[in-house]
């Protein structure tokens, strides 16, 4: 597969949730390719102030659409990027109804767009469809271990019913879909409140409080750079396969760890604090990228040390700590 966008020849994308921290990175890099690009979003957890600076840009559009209720794009679209949902827990739990509303309404929506345009179909799918998983790394043919009463289930079952549904799509009537399985994403423009682990570390770190790890730490997270999930995306985009395929960091590390490398690279005096870990948090998290590396050449290039070095460059320009 080629790395770039030239040989797929899309020449318009529509990324629903396309405000938010991902879709953000997402339009910035397809009008760096020269692809013409409609933002959708309702902003309940992205911001305009995420592609600010690419609203000038003439092949640029941004449209406030709850993706819940109908899409449509006058024009021709070749390529539906599907990201619209809350991602992080304290989002979700927030918005339970909303979260699994975009998951089923909003992705019925978006796949009707993609097949009435003919365009490829990309859906931004999560590593929580693996729930707390008993396989270990988690490979794409794991069923997963997700409980579908739990607070969590509002997401983890929202996604898997997407993926489904992005299936019966293709299976059905032939509309040509992906589903990528993102892992733990960071990088400039998470909120420093959306509760995930990353800017909730850095946020107390530059405030000079203790930070929060839930539990003893010991449970594991795999992180990848936010340039690296894009360029996975993409190249999902561009390929001919279905997926699912994972995109994430194989760098396996306990929180506490992560906490500790957050204290020392943002030169904090910080301490640690432990406090009760949530519900049906996972124990551990570890994407197997063999399939990304075989069908798309695709492997995170950015270091942990120097990711979380950008990230908390980018986090201390906007609090001015």
Request: a neutral charge; charged letters at 20%; aromatic letters at 6%.
């Amino acid at each position: 597969m080629s790395p770039g966008f030239s040989s797929a020849g899309f020449s318009r994308a529509v990324v629903t949730g396309g405000a938010g921290f991902l879709g953000s990175h997402l339009c910035e890099r397809l009008l760096r390719r020269g692809i013409d690009v409609i933002c959708l979003d309702n902003f309940l957890t992205g911001t305009p102030a995420n592609v600010a600076h690419l609203v000038g840009e003439p092949r640029f559009r941004l449209i406030k659409c709850d993706v819940t209720d109908f899409v449509h794009v006058p024009g021709p679209v070749d390529l539906v990027l599907h990201l619209a949902s809350a991602a992080s827990p304290a989002d979700y739990l927030r918005l339970p109804i909303e979260t699994l509303k975009v998951g089923s309404l909003g992705t019925l929506h978006a796949l009707g767009l993609a097949g009435e345009k003919g365009a490829r179909f990309v859906l931004a799918s999560t590593s929580e469809v693996y729930g707390d998983p008993r396989q270990h790394p988690q490979p794409e043919d794991y069923w997963g271990n997700v409980n579908p009463v739990g607070p969590r289930s509002v997401y983890d079952e929202a996604k898997r019913y997407a993926e489904a549904l992005t299936t019966a799509y293709r299976m059905s009537r032939g509309t040509d879909t992906a589903i990528v399985r993102i892992f733990n994403t960071y990088g400039p423009r998470m909120r420093p409140d959306d509760g995930r682990a990353i800017p909730t570390f850095i946020r107390q770190a530059l405030a000079g409080e203790p930070l929060s790890v839930t539990g003893d730490g010991s449970q594991t997270r795999s992180v990848c750079y936010v340039d690296d999930t894009i360029r996975g995306i993409l190249a999902l985009a561009e390929s001919d396969a279905p997926g699912p395929v994972n995109i994430g960091g194989p760098l396996e590390l306990p929180v506490v760890e992560l906490a500790k490398t957050v204290i020392e690279l943002s030169g904090s005096p910080g301490s640690i604090r432990h406090i009760d870990r949530p519900v049906d948090d996972p124990q551990v998290r570890r994407p197997d990228i063999t399939l990304a590396r075989e069908l798309l050449g695709w492997e995170p290039r950015v270091p942990l040390r120097e990711g979380l070095t950008r990230t908390i460059a980018w986090f201390r320009s906007r609090t001015g700590v």
